[in-house]
């Protein structure tokens, strides 16, 4: 009989230790893992807001509403006060952002949305429902044209980011003009004026058409901006601020009108210094120029 051939064996693939196998393994579910990790990291880039800036936005944007609430309810000097904490946190949420560096798109926009709530609507709501319906139509226009001042003060202000000088705003800031109505509110509540006089509408009448018009002017206010907070300042620097808070805290409703009356006065000035030295306005763009 013819001999029987073997069978070959398949031959043996080389022998890995099994530690060895087990880190591979173990990389290759670490590579898997990042590699899932940075997919989401870019998604949330793309798709997901930072919590903690729009926390403070969603914070000014409820003392916004809040406010309307109360002057609804014929709770003015609540209301005023209620701006001006939307005013500071609207301050506050800007700054959070560019320290922990978590700037968005969306963040701008939805800031700019609580702003015109907040520093827009219920300004011109709240001094409406206090004195100015008692001027009829001539009360509810004022009304509509600070109203309409804020709405075109935030949409020439994002149009025109990067392009003017930082260290000046073009225009008042919608959060000091709110503080101009809110402050007038607050100060004449608070030293209980009577409602029922004559010259009462028609300086609140004066004083919100001059600040609905000043938040589309071109006068230069400062931004303060160019103030860093991380440097050295001067002693004196911390002495001034010492006697600012203790003036706010001796009278809130008269230091507080008095100092954004002089902000909103401060344009102006600037303005005409300008012009008399025969310096250009750098609150303009070049295009206006």
Not at 137 to 147: I, K, M, Q
Not at 177 to 185: K, T
Not at 226 to 243: E, M, S, T
Request: proline share 6%.
């Amino acid at each position: 009989m013819p001999a029987m051939k073997r069978r070959q064996r398949p031959k043996a693939s080389p022998h890995v230790p099994r530690p060895f196998r087990r880190n591979q393994a173990a990389a290759t579910d670490t590579s898997k893992y990042e590699s899932l990790r940075d997919k989401r990291q870019q998604f949330l880039r793309r798709r997901g807001i930072y919590l903690l800036p729009n926390a403070f936005t969603t914070a000014a944007l409820f003392c916004g509403f809040y406010a309307v609430v109360q002057a609804m309810n014929l709770r003015f000097e609540i209301a005023a006060i209620a701006i001006f904490v939307a005013m500071v946190l609207d301050g506050m949420d800007g700054r959070v952002a560019r320290m922990t560096h978590t700037q968005s798109a969306f963040g701008e926009q939805y800031d700019s949305l609580s702003d015109m709530v907040s520093f827009g609507v219920a300004p011109s709501l709240v001094i409406y429902e206090w004195i100015l319906r008692d001027l009829g139509r001539w009360g509810w226009l004022a009304a509509f044209v600070y109203c309409a001042g804020a709405a075109l003060r935030l949409a020439r202000f994002n149009a025109n980011i990067g392009v003017v000088d930082k260290r000046f705003f073009q225009g008042l800031p919608s959060p000091a003009s709110a503080a101009l109505i809110a402050g007038f509110v607050w100060l004449a509540t608070d030293n209980r004026v009577p409602v029922n006089l004559t010259w009462l509408p028609w300086v609140a009448f004066v004083l919100t058409i001059y600040a609905g018009v000043t938040m589309v002017s071109n006068a230069p206010f400062y931004s303060g901006k160019a103030f860093n907070v991380r440097h050295r300042v001067p002693f004196g620097v911390i002495l001034l601020v010492v006697v600012a808070f203790v003036a706010v805290s001796s009278d809130p409703p008269i230091v507080l009108f008095g100092l954004f009356v002089l902000y909103g006065l401060s344009g102006y000035v600037y303005w005409g210094y300008q012009l008399l030295r025969g310096r250009p306005n750098p609150a303009r763009t070049a295009t206006d120029r």
